[in-house]
């Protein structure tokens, strides 16, 4: 089956160390992104890539570092210059439909840092 | 730029009433709206997509459309069941103005009791 596995679900690190969250697609698509959400809140862009080796900041990447080696995956490290890891991350990849994007997304990954 | 705006929530309803999600949106070029579905602790899922004006979006009971004249895509559903207990984000894909970025509503959280 074609989809996005992100992992691992839960994730528990101490504060000051960096920590790597895996996202790996299979559906062949060019772009994908990283998310991040707050309880009760939308969604906030931390990076995203439309092409291997390439990527772009969103709306908040301080604190964060992403790289683009392979088609099929986009890991995203969360430094420990971010002042509040504490969230809910979601990783999602995109096609495009002949007028517009459609992003899928994997199920999250749950960090919590104490 | 482009934005999406969705009613505020929290919104609760007793099983098999008419459920309505108010969206309306502003964007530069001539996007494609969804509606997006989130479970509690799972990432999202498309749930519905119009990509002209005038077209019906529809999946499992749920209807919205695509509204030009008043740029909005209400979410719709007839009859609601506990199962329908979720967030839904309105989102939309405007490639001329933000290439393979999606811009997300808020969300809408739905509670649905027996």
């Known amino acids: 089956d074609g989809g996005i596995t992100q992992s691992p679900k839960y994730l528990f690190r101490k504060e000051g160390q960096n920590v790597t969250l895996s996202c790996e697609q299979n559906?062949?698509?060019?772009?994908m992104y990283w998310y991040r959400q707050d309880p009760g809140q939308g969604l906030r862009l931390i990076y995203y890539?439309?092409?291997?080796?390439?990527?772009q900041k969103g709306d908040i990447a301080e604190g964060y570092s992403v790289s683009r080696e392979k088609k099929e995956s986009f890991p995203l490290t969360v430094t420990s210059a971010q002042k509040n890891p504490t969230a809910f991350y979601l990783c999602?990849?995109?096609?495009?439909?002949?007028?517009?994007?459609?992003?899928?997304f994997g199920p999250g990954t749950r960090l919590t840092v104490t | 730029g482009d934005s999406v705006t969705q009613m505020e929530g929290p919104v609760t309803l007793s099983e098999e009433a008419f459920l309505t999600i108010n969206c309306t949106y502003t964007a530069t070029g001539y996007p494609s709206l969804f509606w997006y579905v989130q479970y509690p602790g799972e990432g999202l899922q498309l749930l519905l997509k119009?990509?002209?004006?005038?077209d019906k979006g529809s999946n499992k009971g749920f209807e919205a459309t695509y509204r030009k004249e008043t740029t909005s895509f209400h979410l719709e559903k007839g009859s609601v069941q506990v199962s329908d207990s979720a967030v839904y984000f309105c989102?939309?894909?405007?490639?001329?103005?933000?290439?393979?970025?999606?811009?997300f509503g808020e969300g809408t959280q739905l509670t649905v009791n027996p």
């Open positions: 559906l062949n698509h060019d772009a």
């Open positions: 890539s439309q092409i291997v080796n390439d990527f």
């Open positions: 119009a990509t002209k004006a005038d």
């Open positions: 999602a990849s995109s096609t495009y439909m002949g007028q517009s994007y459609e992003q899928y």
């Open positions: 989102a939309l894909s405007d490639p001329e103005a933000s290439g393979s970025r999606l811009t």
